[in-house]
């Protein structure tokens, strides 16, 4: 989840995020992410614009006890919700409000920072990035994960289309945000513009299951800053967009399953 000003969320929305999001799509590209990482026993781990700690769950699995994993997500709710997720699953992990542009942490403090689909939503990317590299330790490195272009995500195009048409370009635009960083050459540029170098783009691919739209599509909605957007819209609007994208995504449909493509960037820099 993205750090932003702009994608301030609730204590139900976050909750709804954990249930209905991580679940189907942020959990198997965290899984993915991690991997990337290849995370050792013992290192120490911050995950920036943590939202409710898939990626840091997942890391602390893999570093042990003798390593340490935290958390930062400016967005209170997210750091709740991440700390009863955390706390029910017996995860180590410490948890910290705090702006990506301004980590709370010491020059040198971790030996990987990971950040997972939050880089395109931070309001000055090169600042929270030259931060990820303030706290890292010398010869640390950053794994980043960032959405590929609509082209390579149907379901994300869809749900854009579908507002767009039915709220207006201005209650699409949040989504829209998602693919801003789907250029690789931008992505790197902006990893070698704070200081980090041996910069490889990679990518993650992977078909997803999605539940049933009607549910799905409302549950995303309501899970994100997209609820308050539409508030006002009315329930004929949100059949409207469910079923726009369900017209959208018919050929991803196998008899009563729906599996759709989803694609990221994944770029690994070093110091």
Known sequence: MNTSNEWQIEHHEAAEYERVLVGAISGPFARALVAASKLTEGASVLDVGCGTGVVARLAAGRVGSSGRVVGVDVNTSMIEVARSVADDEGAEVEWRVGSAQALPFSRGSFDVVVCGHALQFFED??????????????????????????AFNPYLHALWKAIGDSAGEEAAKGLGAAISLSDPAKLRHF??????????????????????????????????????VLAGAGEGVRREIVESVSRQLVCYCRGEALQVPFASHVAIGRL
């Not at 706290?135 to 609509?150: D, N």
């Not at 910069?199 to 009607?214: F, S, T, Y």
């Open 191 to 228: 990893l070698e513009g704070a200081g980090f170098g041996s910069v490889e783009v990679g990518g993650i691919a992977l078909a997803l299951a999605l539940p049933r739209l009607e549910e799905f599509v409302n549950g995303h909605i309501d899970a994100t800053p997209l609820r308050g």
């Open 125 to 150: 990317r090169g600042a929270a990035l030259r931060e990820m590299a303030r706290v890292l330790g010398k010869g640390g490195r950053v794994c980043v994960s960032v959405w590929r272009g609509f």
